[in-house]
């Protein structure tokens, strides 16, 4: 029986990750600042939650003896410079030197796609100086970088559709972004796939849907599904960016950012350089299916006050 720690497994993914490897019979430890406001994880068997600071090498370094291996998870979408740099370069280059102190070898690291050191956004561009700091550390190391992942509790579609609940139009800038969104039910099985495997895998994996949409109509399905479909404004770039300055500095986390659009400048799907999902044996999903089991109700039923608090309670990372 396996024992894996956790970076991030109180989050959309991670929570995903802990089922699975319960199913499994194996044991988990998922390090959190506030464990005792994982109450679905509490509910599982061989799930050890602990009040861990994961940014702290020393917390880490005590953490890591007696696991088998560490799976990555932590990531922001929103945020500046120093941000960026905390949750997607620092923190990797901390646990590379905790698993080398602790000799711990095996860990599979959830980036992104579209991670390059020449991209347009600070996201895209400190996510491959995170995988860059492990690469070079010496471990054994797997990267899956997945597109936007969607899900019944994801922050991507039913973020466009309780958008749509509110408003009678929806303007988007980046409409014509393509991007090629993956179930979290496949990422998680990706990962699993890539612990029960420690050898004769990729270094790099693609975790991309079988298809491929635009941001526009993607917005325009989650509106349908949800029976709150809006008009859909194209918005030039410089408008688009005047509105994500707004929304950056409104109370909270913001909806969209500058750098997201940033981030839209580069198609987000499969290079078909890389392997991906088939190659770990998994048939990916498509979008259709799974949104409209958790989308398709009349949402526009909360009315506006409900869905502008849901929106606050749900707006951050996809």
């Keep these: 029986m396996k024992k894996i720690l956790i970076l991030g497994g109180t ?18 430890t998922v390090p959190s600042r506030r464990p ?21 090498g020393a917390a880490l370094t005590r953490l890591l003896p007696g696991h088998d291996a560490v799976v990555n998870l932590v990531a922001i979408l929103h945020g500046n410079q120093a941000a960026f740099e905390r949750a997607h370069v620092a923190l990797p280059r901390t646990l590379a030197q905790a698993c080398q102190t602790a000799g711990v070898r095996r860990m599979v690291h959830v980036s992104a796609l579209g991670a390059s050191a020449q991209g347009q956004a600070m996201y895209q561009r400190s996510k491959a100086a995170g995988e860059a700091a492990l690469q070079s550390a010496g471990l054994n190391l797997t990267v899956i970088r997945p597109s936007v992942i969607f899900g019944a509790e994801d922050k991507f579609m039913n973020l466009f559709a309780q958008l749509q609940r509110v408003f009678p139009v929806m ?3 980046g409409g014509s972004a393509r991007l090629q969104p993956v179930w979290v039910e496949d990422i998680a099985d990706a990962a699993v796939q890539c612990l029960k495997n420690d050898s004769g895998l990729s270094s790099i994996y693609e975790g991309c849907g079988p298809d491929v949409f635009t941001l526009k109509q993607l917005v325009q399905l989650a509106g349908t599904l949800a029976g709150c479909p809006r008009p859909v404004l194209d918005l030039p770039l410089a408008l688009g960016r005047l509105q994500a300055l707004a929304m950056e500095l409104a109370p909270g986390q913001p909806l969209m950012s500058r750098d997201n659009l940033d981030a839209l400048a580069t198609d987000n799907v499969a290079s078909g350089t890389l ?5 770990l044996g998994i048939t990916a999903a498509p979008l259709m299916g799974i949104a409209r089991d958790y989308l398709g109700v009349d949402a526009c039923g909360t009315g506006p006050r409900s869905a502008l608090l849901g929106l606050r309670k749900t707006s951050g990372r996809f």
């Design 275 to 279: 392997p991906g999902l088939a190659d």
């Design 11 to 28: 989050g959309f993914v991670g929570r995903h990750i802990c089922e699975k490897l319960v199913r499994m019979g194996w044991q988990v």
């Design 171 to 173: 303007p988007l800038a």
């Design 36 to 56: 005792n406001d994982a109450k679905s994880l509490q509910m599982l068997p061989r799930v050890e939650l602990v009040q861990a600071n994961v940014h702290d």
